[in-house]
């Protein structure tokens, strides 16, 4: 079996990952011919040149990875909503007050240690409110990481308006190529992945048990974004956090388009609603962290909408030293 000097093939955070910078002959393209390496742990292709070498294999192995690592996002989503409504439920639940005076509660603990036991089996790294004190340093050279907020929106929460949601990203050379983002108290699933699309899933929960197929939950989903008549600019905004900036931006939009409708919404359901089709755009002027909107970037992105800083225009990225997000628009 030749390979060619160009492949390199390395185990990073227990997922296999090829690098090919030259072609392999056809002549070793039968399936049979693969060492028994190829087949082993989850495979994402980074890069391949494929002028002569009979790429399907790898094509099909990276969205086999990319699918399994789905249907874990999605069934730690599914426990994590499961966590929280039992708390929602409750007639009382105490509200922690952290540094930052951002409100904790028992929800947000239930929904991050079963989100951990899930994610866990992939070995990949997971950076979340409950762990941004690692250091940059230890984590700056991390090729794939889970990125996760356990309960958007604790205010929302705490309100009980039902405006909250379990974000669940991954990351890979600081992009978002997988997201999950679950509404409890709807039912409701925004996914996404590289590969395979983005989609809303309704009537979904653990109870109901049909979230462990990922191609038939693809299959029974609606494709986002969702074809909409609208007849006019529909702007989404926080409903927690709007700020004057903000407010400053969607007053410009009046002289772009004829008719501009403000929506509010509270957590990453502001993403979520441009990657569907029901909001325009979503301007962002007020601080958010990177575990607010990777997921939705994820979802927005792989809907055909971008995610983008809003000084630069270029795509935000993720795992950046500083994790408080610069502003930015979704459109």
């Not at 410009?252 to 089709?277: F, N, P, Q, R």
Request: hydrophobic fraction near 40%; include cysteine; proline fraction near 3%.
């Amino acid at each position: 079996m030749r390979y060619g000097t160009g492949l390199s093939v390395q185990l990073s955070q227990g997922v296999i990952i090829f690098e090919i910078e030259v072609t392999i002959s056809n002549d070793f393209a039968d399936d049979n011919q693969f060492p028994a390496s190829i087949y082993t742990g989850s495979c994402i292709l980074e890069k391949a040149d494929s002028q002569s070498f009979h790429v399907i294999k790898f094509y099909t192995m990276a969205a086999l990875a990319i699918e399994h690592l789905l249907k874990l996002a999605v069934e730690a989503a599914l426990d994590a909503g499961s966590e929280i409504m039992e708390v929602y439920g409750m007639e009382d639940f105490e509200v922690e007050y952290k540094e930052d005076n951002s409100p904790l509660t028992l929800a947000d603990k239930r929904a991050n240690t079963a989100i951990t036991a899930v994610l866990s089996q992939t070995d990949i790294n997971i950076l979340s409110e409950e762990g941004k004190s690692i250091a940059y340093e230890d984590r700056k050279d991390w090729v794939l990481l889970w990125v996760v907020d356990p309960l958007d929106g604790t205010k929302e929460f705490v309100k009980r308006n039902g405006e909250f949601t379990v974000n669940i990203a991954l990351i890979r050379h600081n992009l978002p190529i997988l997201g999950v983002i679950y509404l409890p108290v709807k039912e409701e699933l925004y996914f996404a992945a590289e590969g395979l699309g983005s989609f809303k899933m309704e009537n979904i929960s653990k109870v109901s048990g049909n979230g462990g197929d990922i191609r038939k939950l693809m299959d029974e989903a609606m494709v986002l974004p969702i074809p909409i008549d609208k007849h006019t600019y529909v702007v989404v905004g926080s409903r927690s956090h709007m700020s004057e900036a903000t407010e400053d931006y969607v007053e410009s939009l009046s002289k772009e388009h004829d008719t501009v409708e403000m929506v509010s919404a509270g957590s990453a359901i502001k993403l979520c609603l441009v990657a569907e089709g029901v909001a325009d755009e979503y301007p962002r002027f007020a601080p958010t962290m990177e575990w607010d909107t990777a997921a939705g970037q994820a979802i927005a992105s792989l809907a055909g909408k971008a995610v983008t800083v809003y000084e630069t225009g270029e795509e935000m990225k993720y795992n950046r030293e500083n994790l408080v997000n610069p502003w930015f628009l979704v459109k």
